[in-house]
């Protein structure tokens, strides 16, 4: 393939390597860039903190920008002799320099997504770059994504994380991304939760990926969703590891316990019966709401154990993620601990 050199002339040379470590987007010696640490799991994206002083800040700014702007200007004049997949490499390509001198912490002064988005719809004249780019961020996002599902994240964990600290924007961009890659999996290949967790992303998006998200979208429109796109991309492929409760995509084997149809169904019971005891200002219906609920759990467990013992069962051992809202996050977490240890979870 031919990368475009600074001078515009073709040179024979391979796009930048797409890493697979945690760190996708690693900082260049001399780029200068705001070295985030990484902070613990609900902690990410506007949560990080940059440790350059204000001088640095604006320098860096206005360096990063200049960059972007050179990278991208030999590649502004008509290529229409560009064959598809060339485009889709010079999409790439762009992209990853983008992704390299981004930095989430909100504070350092470094290009915008939507500064980046709007460079990024300038980097080629040619009828069929909008189209490149989204392909572009498709399979990056698969690597990306598969990356989270490897460190233990499922779409429902994602978008609960996201919905504290992004943008609705965002959020339905990062279901847009997880749609993208989920769609290379049959039914076959998917565990009962993550099947459904599939169909739940179809409410957050619908669109199936990156490209269909941005067809038929031109100037402010367009740039506000590529804005969107990046920052998830940005972020699904910074998440750090947490505990893995299913198994990933693909690896699908046996019957993992709770996660059937009929086990939902209960769960869903117990979540509603905890819900209307936490909601109703009467002492005596709270108590009564609560009891409900453990005697389903605990009448569950008993018929789970009891499955087990079947010569055909054929279960795995499952856990089960509970998603803790704003207010009083902390109180809820030390109740959830207290509920599950007198439930023997």
């Keep these: 393939m031919t990368v475009l050199g600074a001078s515009g002339t073709g040179v024979t040379t391979p796009p930048p390597p797409w890493p697979t470590t945690s760190a ?23 949560a990080w903190r940059c440790e350059m002083g204000r001088d640095n800040q604006k320098r860096r700014k206005a360096k990063s920008r200049e960059k972007l702007k050179r990278r991208v200007r030999d590649r502004s004049s ?16 762009v992209l990853v320099q983008i992704m390299t001198d981004a930095c989430p912490c909100g504070e350092c002064n470094a290009p915008t997504w939507e500064e980046s988005a709007r ?55 990062s279901a847009t991304l997880m749609r993208s890659e989920l769609r290379r999996y049959s039914e076959a290949q998917l565990s009962d ?14 669109s199936e990926s990156a490209k269909e998200a941005l067809a038929d979208l031109e100037g402010p429109a367009w740039i506000a969703v590529a804005a969107a796109l990046l920052e998830a991309l940005y972020t699904l492929a910074d998440l750090e590891p947490i505990p893995l409760v299913q198994p ?8 993992v316990r709770g996660s059937g149809a009929e086990s939902s169904k209960v769960y869903e019971k117990i979540r509603a019966l905890l819900a209307k005891a936490e909601s109703t200002d009467s002492d005596a219906e709270a108590e009564a709401f609560t009891a409900k609920a453990q005697q389903l759990i605990a009448r569950h467990s008993i018929n789970e154990a009891l499955l087990a013992e079947t010569p055909d069962a054929a279960l795995e051992a499952a856990a089960l993620r509970v998603y803790i809202e704003k207010p009083y996050e902390k109180p809820k977490s030390e109740l959830l601990h207290v509920v599950a240890d007198a439930n023997g979870c």
């Design 24 to 46: 996708l987007y690693p900082a260049s010696p001399e780029s200068g860039r705001c070295r985030s640490r990484p902070q613990p799991l609900g902690q990410v994206g506007r």
């Design 78 to 93: 008509d290529r229409s002799t560009f064959t598809w997949e060339e485009l889709v490499v010079q999409a790439r390509y």
């Design 119 to 173: 460079l990024l719809s300038g980097a080629m004249a040619h009828a069929r770059w909008p189209e490149a780019v989204g392909t572009a961020i498709d399979t990056m996002a698969e690597d990306a994504v598969g990356q989270a599902w490897d460190g233990g994240w499922m779409p429902k964990d994602v978008l609960s994380l996201m919905a504290k600290d992004f943008t609705s924007a965002t959020v339905k961009a």
């Design 193 to 206: 939760q993550w099947s459904a967790q599939r169909e739940a992303l179809a409410e957050r998006s619908g």
């Design 248 to 255: 990933r995509p693909g690896s699908h084997s046996g019957t």
